[in-house]
């Protein structure tokens, strides 16, 4: 399966699921990312606007860790410049 094949793939699954969003490639991967793109155009190009409020991307970002390392020098580099 090619990048155009996970395209496709995202903008049929948007009229098949209804608008509900659920992408079944790994989070960041390329193929995720197409799929992610022809449901966007799917819905985009929905003139009817039938399934636009049910779009809910789904993140697995965990919010109740401490911040990460790069987070730390930027408000480091802040704070020294702030004086």
């Known amino acids: 399966m090619n990048n155009e094949d996970q395209y496709r793939e ?3 699954m948007y ?8 992408n079944p490639y790994p989070s960041g991967s390329p193929e995720y990312n197409q799929f992610e793109r022809g449901w966007m155009q799917a819905l985009k ?3 009817d ?7 809910r991307p789904s ?3 965990d919010t109740s ?3 990460s390392a790069s987070a730390e020098v930027t408000a480091e580099l802040y704070r020294s410049r702030k004086g």
Not at 15 to 22: K, P, V
């Open 10 to 12: 995202g903008m049929k």
């Open 15 to 22: 009229h098949e699921s209804h608008g509900e969003y659920t």
């Open 45 to 47: 190009r929905d003139n």
């Open 49 to 55: 606007h039938s399934y636009h409020s049910q779009y």
């Open 59 to 61: 993140y697995s970002r």
């Open 65 to 67: 860790s401490k911040p």
